[in-house]
């Protein structure tokens, strides 16, 4: 049985639609259809945003019309006062983008073995240290830990359980110095300094726990 709607034009006929549209991506089934274009088309204009589901359906399909259009036969849907889509709904670019065709058409005509041009000297350099400012940006979460590490009882042989504790080895975590610090009745504890980068160490955890 198809859906219908009536008046999608006023508050009431778009409250209706927001209702239907709670529990669903789309008009009718999994994947948009042409029942989702025949609601889009009979839509006057674009929903309010006090309509929050129809706003997010609505621009789910402008962006599929854009990019690569919809194709889907759907179940059937019945718009009052507006016929069917029957046609396949081919994805129609804005204008924006017809100005960036014609510049992918004009680079055929260049020489891509040629010498590099000031311009892409520029844009290359640009590039590159966005990747260095990205990679300083990682570094960041880089953290200096102070790890102590305490004996069973006075025959732990410490030597030993500092080459132990140092034989832990990943990506993202590097040791520096430890020593043996005194703690009274002849017991020593062993200090770590290990540097850390939590992105990478977090993310050994997280697979050596799955």
């Known amino acids: 049985m198809a859906v219908a709607f009536h008046d999608l034009g006023s508050a009431s006929g778009l409250k209706k639609l927001d209702e239907y549209l709670l529990t669903r991506s789309y008009i009718t089934g999994y994947q948009a259809s042409k029942d989702d274009i025949t609601v889009h088309a009979a839509l006057p204009k ?18 599929l019309l854009r990019i690569s259009g ?4 759907g179940c059937g849907v019945i718009v009052e006062g507006f016929a069917a ?12 983008d017809t100005k ?9 005509d260049v020489d891509l073995f040629g010498e590099e041009t000031e311009e892409e000297k520029k844009a290359a350099e640009e590039r590159a240290a966005a990747v260095k400012k990205s990679a300083k940006k990682k570094e ?25 504790v140092k034989s832990i080895q990943m990506e993202g975590l590097l040791w ?35």
């Open 46 to 63: 674009p929903p309010s945003s006090e309509f929050v589901n129809v706003s997010r359906w609505f621009n789910h399909i402008e962006a």
């Open 100 to 108: 960036a065709a014609a510049a992918e058409d004009d680079d055929d």
């Open 85 to 96: 889509i029957t046609g396949e709904a081919v994805a129609t670019p804005p204008a924006g």
């Open 140 to 164: 960041s979460g880089k953290s200096s830990v102070l790890l102590d590490v305490k004996p069973w009882d006075d025959e732990t042989d410490m030597k030993k359980l500092e080459e132990a």
């Open 176 to 210: 520096g110095a430890s020593k043996l610090v005194p703690v009274g009745y002849e017991l020593r504890h062993c200090c770590f300094q290990q540097n850390i980068i939590y992105v990478i160490v977090s993310r050994w955890a997280q697979m050596a726990y799955r």
């Open 70 to 73: 919809v194709s889907a036969e």
